[in-house]
């Protein structure tokens, strides 16, 4: 690792040493984006500052059993720590390369520069961490810019950055600061689009615009312009102009100011329809270079667009969306009290409170509306207690919508009088998908929880003849997850519990004499789960790292050959029967036992992934005897069927299984020959479950187990992603289908059309006869 890197030199496969935001800027580099350049201080420096200032103890210490709802004790924690910091010493020869470098990209000058933070739990698929660490703009010399560095890295500790950290169950210790160092933008206009609308997840372009600087916009402090995007025909479908009536700019000493906007500009269009088409388009080569929707910052200096920012959308299918429209509501006689721009789904009942930044944040209790003229950063541990949040300012993409729908509570933004409208103590209902606020509690059904899984139970949903299963990665969400109407968990990832709770690899464990606390940390974690559903069965799939994987896990180097293609290299029941390994998979097996057996759940069960032989089931199933698991009533083994092996003999090994789950994203890639990871295949259509081979290869899966009295499940994102592919599993005759949590409501209507549709044709065909 090096602690100083060129962005360009960086790509997304590097988060884990220059943090989210860097990572991505690098990878947009390499992909032809216009990316403003600059240098990145890995989190290889960050680990030198720290260790030169002994900060480590300093953290752990104000840390370590902190109330995180109370704001009091946030700041007391987070004024020692970055005080700490702050006042620490940059190693003499990290200074030196950082001014060598910052000279070096003014071109023998020292530019203006913006310095961004950049975290390792940051712009990731599923946590955005947004506005969580701090950014410095217009920096103009060497002695602010080594300043703005410290500051950048002790904003990792920020009340906000600490109480966000435990909500979204990230682990203080593992998480670490790159920062960015960039030549500055000066940006007439800039803002931010998503590639899919984070709302209603329509396939439409969301722009939001505005004058000057971007700071302005993404802190909500200015309400943008709104253009909606039609992504396949690209034309411009709605245009929300907003009244603009000031913008940050940048000062002659490099500072920015507040500079009113001419009368005549206030109202108008920010961007030309041209600009919107050009932007537009920037986005949807951004996603498609991805392959997901994206959350994208830019910015138009000299005419020139540049990308400044992109993180995977982290907040889709949190909610189920609500169909009610406005007219509905009024029709019913409602008094709306403040309408804005609904930016998170979901409604909630709750008493208002209205705050400013002078207050305590613990005035927010639990339960209550948050209501302000604008979310900050700072904010956040108040957002996690709210029950919904309305503000004046800000649009989709503001501070405020992208926490409420990380949080999953309903947020209505841009409401312009909502903090004069609205008085403290006020019952209220919050409507974020129509963006408006009703006088009064919720009548009949009411969605008050911040758990998705809540507000799905709440709604009513079909039954249906097709068992629904959940799958579930991170074994703290499980008792959210139980409340979802599934029949249990079809999917259980046993890879999480090596992150979370073992956090080194399991050879080196054992080597060094911690086999016992291996299987102990193990066996909790899949208790956890299985506590949480029980007596509803629990299939856990057995681990399926890759070799890279395995490598970079604590000790990893030490056991892990280097592959060329890890994803069909040694893994899942190859690395099993291998001897040196299978020490390691007996753990997870006496884990499983203990789980079962001293734990009294029995409801556990076993998959093994990457099934390629039936003699590898044959050995394994002999270790498990070996260990005292059998086949039974109440222990069911699963193979994934994700191998075309599985597919010509599934007839063979069904006589070694008691029922078999499709993996589609892997035997996707395998059946059509496309790297599931590549961007060009995946663009071109290849990687596509619709695909008629891959359909056939499920109908023999099917069939084959069905003939010899064999249940088949299914666990990928084909269901849930495309309802025609969802129709032909149900008429194909699948027994159950296992889905991500925030897709399970959706995908019930799916199947429990499809089964009507079936049911109706064999009526009319009877009927006809």
């Not at 006042?87 to 020869?93: D, L, T």
């Not at 019913?332 to 009942?349: H, K």
């Not at 399991?506 to 004499?513: R, T, V």
Request: charged share 25%; proline share 4%.
């Amino acid at each position: 690792m090096k602690g100083i890197m060129s962005i360009k030199d960086l790509g997304v496969n590097d988060i884990p040493i220059a943090g989210g935001k860097a990572a991505n800027l690098g990878e947009l580099t390499a992909a032809g984006f216009d990316v403003p350049p600059g240098f990145v201080l890995t989190t290889e420096s960050y680990d030198e500052f720290l260790e030169h200032n002994n900060l480590k103890t300093v953290i752990s210490e104000s840390i370590e059993g902190i109330d995180v709802d109370s704001d009091a004790a946030l700041q007391e924690a987070s004024a020692k720590i970055r005080n700490a910091f702050e006042a620490g010493e940059i190693p003499k020869n990290l200074e030196s390369q950082v001014l060598a470098e910052y000279k070096k990209l003014g071109k023998g000058k020292y530019p203006l520069v913006a310095v961004r933070s950049s975290a390792t739990a940051e712009d990731l698929p599923t946590a955005s961490f947004a506005g969580q660490q701090d950014t410095y703009l217009n920096v103009s010399e060497p002695s602010s810019l080594l300043i703005c560095i410290k500051k950048c890295w002790s904003s990792l500790f920020t009340p906000r950055a600490i109480s966000y950290r435990v909500s979204k169950e990230f682990d203080h210790d593992k998480v670490k600061l790159a920062v960015v160092i960039q030549r500055m933008i000066n940006s007439e206009k800039s803002g931010i689009m998503f590639t899919v609308d984070p709302n209603s997840e329509l396939p439409h372009i969301i722009i939001e615009a505005g004058y000057g600087l971007g700071e302005a916009l993404v802190g909500g402090k200015v309400t943008p312009d709104t253009y909606v995007v039609d992504k396949f025909h690209r034309n411009i479908l709605n245009k929300r102009i907003s009244t603009q009536t000031w913008k940050l700019v940048r000062g002659e000493s490099g500072e920015c100011l507040r500079e009113e906007i001419p009368t005549d500009q206030v109202k108008s269009q920010k961007l030309t329809d041209s600009q919107i088409e050009g932007v537009a388009d920037i986005g949807n080569r951004i996603e498609m270079h991805y392959n997901r929707p994206m959350d994208i910052e830019w910015a138009i200096e000299d005419d020139h667009i540049y990308v400044v920012q992109a993180r995977p959308i982290t907040t889709l299918s949190k909610q189920n969306k609500q169909q009610e429209t406005v007219e509905e509501s009024e029709e019913s006689g409602r008094t709306i009290l403040v309408r804005g721009l609904g930016a998170s789904p979901g409604n909630a009942s709750g008493k208002v409170k209205i705050y400013d930044e002078n207050m305590s944040l613990d005035v927010v209790k639990k339960g209550d509306v948050l209501v302000t003229q604008m979310t900050t950063p700072d904010m956040v541990p108040a957002m996690t207690r709210a029950a919904a949040i309305v503000t004046d300012e800000g649009g989709m993409t503001c501070h405020a919508a992208i926490v409420a729908r990380e949080l999953g509570i309903p947020c209505v933004v841009g409401a312009t009088e909502a903090t004069s409208v609205l008085k403290d103590g006020m019952e209220v209902t919050v409507h974020g998908q129509m963006g408006v606020v009703y006088e009064g509690g919720t009548p009949s059904v009411e969605v008050i929880s911040t758990s998705a899984a809540a507000t799905a139970v709440a709604v009513a949903v079909p039954v249906t003849a097709t068992k629904i299963m959940v799958n579930i990665g991170v074994p703290t969400k499980a008792s959210e997850y139980s409340e979802l109407p599934v029949q249990g968990v079809g999917l259980m990832r046993s890879e999480f519990l090596f992150t979370s709770h073992v956090q080194e690899h399991p050879c080196a464990l054992i080597e060094g004499g911690r086999e016992e606390e291996l299987i102990d940390k193990l066996a909790e974690g899949i208790a956890s789960v299985g506590r949480a559903f029980y007596p509803r069965p629990v299939v856990l799939r057995t681990s399926d790292f890759k070799t890279n994987e395995y490598h970079d896990m604590k000790g990893g180097a030490d056991y892990e050959p280097k592959e060329s293609n890890p994803m069909i290299g040694w893994r899942g029941c190859s690395r099993y029967v291998s001897e040196s390994y299978n020490k390691a998979f007996r753990a997870e097996l006496k884990a499983v036992k203990k789980a079962r057996d001293e734990m009294g759940l029995k409801n556990i069960w076993v998959m093994l992934p990457f099934v390629r032989t039936i003699d590898e089931v044959v050995e394994i199933e002999k270790m498990m005897n070996e260990i005292g698991l059998y086949r039974s009533k109440d222990f069911k083994l699963y193979l994934m069927a994700e191998v075309p092996a599985v597919v010509f003999m599934v007839e063979e090994f069904a006589e070694h299984c008691d029922a078999f789950s499709i993996g589609s994203n892997d035997l996707t890639q395998l059946v059509m020959g496309a790297d599931r990871d590549s961007d060009v295949l995946g663009k071109m259509g290849y990687f596509d479950e619709r695909n008629e081979a891959l359909k056939r290869a499920v109908k023999q899966i099917i069939d084959g187990a069905h003939k010899k009295g064999v249940t088949v499940s299914i666990c990928g994102q084909g269901p849930s992603v495309y309802p025609e592919f969802c129709e032909f599993l149900v008429r194909a005759g699948i027994d159950s289908i296992s889905l991500n949590p925030d897709t399970v409501v959706k995908t019930i209507n799916y199947v429990a059309a499809a089964e009507k549709r079936i049911i109706m044709e064999s009526i009319r065909k009877q009927l006809s006869q």
